[in-house]
Antibody, heavy 123, light 108 residues
């Protein structure tokens, strides 16, 4: 079945970097993109950006532009999200979710989600 | 950036009642690129509705979406015990994609 399996929880110090992985299975990875969404404790959902599994194009929200890098490894159907210069307000659950990347904007809804990766930033 | 404002913040209802959730956009959402997600504590969000009114695979028909432009609605016709959760709207028609702040549907 279609699933996204994310890497385990991380604890980092302020200023460090974290790289979260999201391994896809059950579908053609290059036909879809992966979006990253985070949720701080007790808060709502915040969209961070996306990467196309089709051509590697990326789009980031301005808030994380320059600190976040989204990549894919099509040979293993895995997407990665690296966040640098971590701050305490980066503490959150980070979700990856897929969207159909090859048929236009109308299909960019997030239909399959990973279970989330908890990233804690604390000194 | 399109700001999505959901109302009410909390909806207190009993099982069997009808729930009506609103999502208002600060500018028109292109091509009705609006989705609704359900999230239960400790779980990832689940897609309910896309394209403003299309039900996702496996979603019961008691969930329905409507609206266009700047005003959208999620209706749950008869609340089941498993429907008590937080609901988010999201627009994906223009960058940056944005989420509403959520509506919590709680048991009265």
């Amino acid at each position: 079945q279609v699933q996204l399996v994310q890497s385990g929880a991380e604890v980092k110090k302020p200023g460090a970097s974290v790289k979260v992985s999201c391994k896809a299975s059950g579908y053609t990875f290059t036909s879809y993109g992966i979006s990253w969404v985070r949720q701080a404790p007790g808060q709502g959902l915040e969209w961070m950006g996306w990467i196309s599994g089709h051509n590697g194009n990326t789009n980031y929200v301005q808030k994380v532009q320059g600190r976040a890098t989204m990549t894919t490894d099509t040979s293993t159907s895995t997407a990665y999200m690296e966040l640098r210069s971590l701050r305490s307000d980066d503490t959150a659950v980070y979700y990856c979710a897929r969207f159909l990347a090859t048929s236009g904007t109308r299909y960019y809804y997030l239909d399959v989600w990973g279970k989330g990766t908890t990233v804690t930033v604390s000194s | 950036e399109i700001v999505l404002t959901q109302s009410p913040g909390t909806l207190s209802l009993s099982p069997g009642e009808r729930a009506t959730l609103s999502c208002r956009a600060s500018q028109s959402v292109s091509s009705s690129c609006l989705a609704w997600y359900q999230q239960k504590p400790g779980q990832a969000p689940r897609l309910l509705i896309y394209g403003a009114s299309s039900r996702a695979t496996g979603i019961p028909d008691r969930f329905s979406g409507s609206g266009s432009g700047t005003d959208f609605t999620l209706t749950i016709s008869r609340l089941e015990p498993e429907d008590f959760a937080v609901y988010y709207c999201q627009q994906y028609g223009s960058s940056p994609w944005t989420f509403g702040q959520g509506t919590k549907v709680e048991i009265k």
